[in-house]
């Protein structure tokens, strides 16, 4: 019970770090990027690309899979949940606690698979981290920001859900 | 127009996401 307090202390820790980066890259990055590339005579969006965007990435897609693998251990270890019965949805339990739960995990499963084989992948070709040709950039560059943004939409819910199974949420 | 390419599209996204969701959550647990 002690290792399932400090790895839910972990989960959200990690969590915290996963979200936050998402909402850098989403409200600031993205916008100061574009604002770079359109100011004629500024410094020009390239010391984002090369100092700020691989930092933040490292930082963001580990504390993905922590947040991900912390998760998945908390739903083994808590008394009051199951992976089986979380990946499940409840169904047949009865149990708002375990279906909430699980909707919040089938999400972050989802936006760890996004971060994982979309975001990462396409950003090294953004980069330069690996050679890419401009329309393979351009094409990596859509795919990564839409992954990115369908991660902020499933956060909402994800957020919503996960804190949910805790604290109550009231279905009238 | 992808709602996705504004942020203010994107958050009205997760809203409605979630409130479907709510309804979802609900339907399983009465199952």
């Given amino acids: 019970m002690e290792l399932a307090l400090f790895d839910r202390w972990l989960h959200i820790l990690a969590g915290v770090t996963w979200v936050g980066l998402l909402y850098y890259f989403n409200f600031v990055q993205a916008q100061a990027m574009a604002a770079a590339g359109a100011d004629e005579g500024g410094p020009g969006p390239a010391a984002i690309g090369k100092y700020v965007a691989p930092r933040a990435l490292l930082w963001f897609r580990w504390s993905a899979l922590v947040t991900w693998l912390t998760g998945a251990y908390?739903?083994?270890?808590?008394?009051?949940?199951?992976?089986?019965?979380?990946?499940?949805?409840?169904?047949?339990?009865?149990?708002?606690?375990?279906?909430?739960?699980?909707?919040?995990?089938?999400?972050?499963?989802?936006?760890?698979?996004?971060?994982?084989?979309?975001?990462?992948?396409?950003?090294?070709?953004?980069?330069?981290?690996?050679?890419?040709?401009?329309?393979?950039?351009?094409?990596?560059?859509?795919?990564?920001?839409?992954?990115?943004?369908s991660n902020v939409v499933m956060s909402l819910p994800m957020l919503f859900f996960m804190q949910g199974a805790a604290h109550g949420i009231p279905m009238g | 127009m992808n709602p996705l390419d504004t942020v203010t599209g994107t958050l009205i996204a997760g809203v409605v996401l979630t409130v479907i969701l709510v309804f979802v959550a609900k339907a399983i647990v009465g199952a």
């Fill in chain 1, 74 to 149: 908390y739903l083994m270890a808590w008394p009051a949940y199951s992976l089986g019965g979380a990946f499940s949805l409840g169904f047949g339990a009865g149990s708002l606690q375990l279906t909430s739960i699980g909707i919040g995990a089938w999400l972050g499963t989802i936006m760890l698979f996004n971060v994982w084989v979309l975001i990462w992948p396409n950003q090294k070709k953004i980069l330069g981290i690996v050679p890419a040709t401009d329309d393979e950039k351009a094409r990596a560059r859509r795919v990564a920001f839409l992954a990115s943004r």
